[in-house]
């Protein structure tokens, strides 16, 4: 599996180019911003987006899609609870002081033990309210790795204090959902460090026994 983590826009968010390297085809996820570098990284593993997947409608995350879509037709899929959030773009670009990213079109809501593939790569898609009301998270069983959103950090976890965030859900979306996934498995998180689950398992402070 082609995966590049290219950190984009002023928050750095971490913007996942997944390709299967025998048929080129490819997802990303979280394209929130420098969508001519994420470009650049296409052409230069020669794919061609199928999928665009957003893991939750920050503007840190999605900032980036409908441009991308105009660039590579690939639909945008996210789950529909958060298209609230996704009318308040302009709101959201206030409060971290960007240019409003205009309009972005969903194409296809996903939840739940959704698909999503490229190829010969297969994502599952995992429920984790709490970041915001409908938070999702990409887990990739053969590879074992998940793109995390802002769910899980190394050492910490999303904040819940926005518009439709929840301590208490994404308490409960790491521990019966993100703990659930085996040890080995590589966490890459909407920003900063990748780390793994066993990793977090031990030491992240949010996620000791309750
Ligand atoms: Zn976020």
Redesign the pocket.
Known sequence: MIHEILPVGPLQCNCSVIGDESTREAIVIDPGDNIAQILGLINKHQLQVKQIVIT?A?I??VGGAAKLRAATGAPILLNQNDYALLKMLDVQAAWIGVPTPGKVEIDRSIGQADRISAGQIEGQVIHTPG??EESVCVYFPLEKKLIA??TLFAGSI?RTDLPGGSFDKIIDSLHTKLLALPDETAVVP?HGPVTTIGEERESNPFLKKL
């Open positions: 939750h920050h840190d995350h970041h915001t959103g802002d999303g909407g």
